[in-house]
């Protein structure tokens, strides 16, 4: 990126903003703009469900590979590094035999550790039978000191097999994580917030009265220690919600966002604004990736990734000089593959 200083470099960036189209040929938004997306991996068959971490100087992606969304083969979460978010290296492979890896999610630990959170899916017939009907199954936890060597991956304790910890966030020693039943009782999943301290044990915190039936929920925390939640719904609108909630998180206060945002994450920045992205069908049938702006009330779609077909579970992370990147796989292009995305947001007035 070049910095132009001075006052005719602010004023080249104010032009920028206002007049420059975004690279995929829409109008801009005085908000967001998209520098950069790249494909980063095609290496399987099928690449998808995506997450990122920025860790002692370096970008990491995990993602899951196999032959189709289903298997097929059981799947395997594949562990990239980068040191400049361009140029993209493995450097772990993390599998368990006979059972499929998926939904990975990276977090660091209070200990510093990594922490690789990952469904663990068990289906009928061996590998690679194409079809099979799922069985059973257990989320998973796998660590690491360095990202490059990871412990086998242990199944968690406390959250039941028929119930599904998608994603982890560390606030102050503690980890928060959301549990929904792949089972409905009277047409809706069960949806709970559960704690932990170690990554591996867990116990459950609430049932934070979800009011639509979902599942998938990725949870952060403002500076002054606010909880705030987005949340797939599977209604037929498909409008995502957003919670909030106040330490000790027992009691959560939810607002209709009016936007899908399936495989939801979000990002809140160190001024103290937020911005999302996830699933949506921006033309009412086709699913696109979309990156937008948040608040604790509502989103605001920005910019439609490149993007279609199978496509979504962004990983999304600020980096310096108001960049955000943005991990997400698509099938757009034909082949299911993983995906980088550079978003410039404008200073905070």
């Not at 606010?226 to 939810?254: G, H, Q, V």
Request: with cysteine; proline share 5%; net charge neutral.
């Amino acid at each position: 990126m070049v910095k132009i200083g001075g006052l005719a470099g602010a004023l080249a960036l104010m032009i920028s903003w206002v007049f420059l189209p975004a690279a995929r040929g829409e109008e801009p938004s005085p908000v967001a703009r998209l520098e950069s997306s790249a494909k980063i991996w095609d290496g399987a068959g099928h690449n998808a469900f995506t997450d990122l971490l920025r860790h002692d100087g370096k970008w990491l992606c995990v993602f899951r590979e196999g032959t189709a969304h289903i298997p097929g083969t059981d799947g395997r979460i594949r562990v990239l590094a980068s040191a400049d978010g361009s140029s993209w290296k493995s450097q772990a492979l993390v599998a368990e035999k006979g059972i499929d890896l998926r939904d990975p999610k990276i977090s660091l630990m209070p200990d510093g550790r990594l922490m690789i959170l990952m469904g663990g899916s068990i289906y009928d017939g061996e590998e690679p039978k194409p079809g099979r009907k799922r069985t059973g199954g257990h989320s998973r936890v796998s660590f690491s000191k360095d990202g490059i060597e990871w412990s086998a991956p242990a199944a968690v304790e406390g959250v039941g097999d028929r119930q599904w910890l998608w994603r982890v966030t560390w606030h102050k020693g503690v980890g928060y994580g959301t549990v929904y039943s792949l089972d409905k009782l009277k047409g809706k999943r069960e949806f709970a917030i559960w704690k932990t301290a170690d990554g591996v044990r867990y116990e459950k915190l609430v049932d934070p009265a979800a009011p639509a039936d979902g599942g998938e929920a990725t949870i952060r925390f403002l500076p002054d220690d606010t909880a705030l939640m987005l949340f797939r719904s599977e209604e037929k609108d498909r409008a995502a919600w957003i919670a909030s909630s106040k330490p000790p998180y027992d009691k959560w206060d939810w607002k209709k966002a009016e936007h899908a945002a399936q495989g939801p994450d979000f990002v809140v920045l160190g001024d103290g604004r937020m911005f999302y992205a996830g699933r949506d069908f921006p033309d009412a049938k086709a699913a696109k990736t979309i990156f937008g702006s948040m608040t604790s009330q509502s989103l605001t779609p920005l910019i439609t990734l490149a993007s279609g077909g199978d496509t979504s579970y962004p990983g999304l992370v600020e980096a310096a000089d108001g960049v955000i990147y943005v991990s997400y796989y698509s099938s757009h292009e034909g082949k299911t593959t993983i995906y980088l995305a550079k978003i410039q947001v404008t200073p905070k007035r």
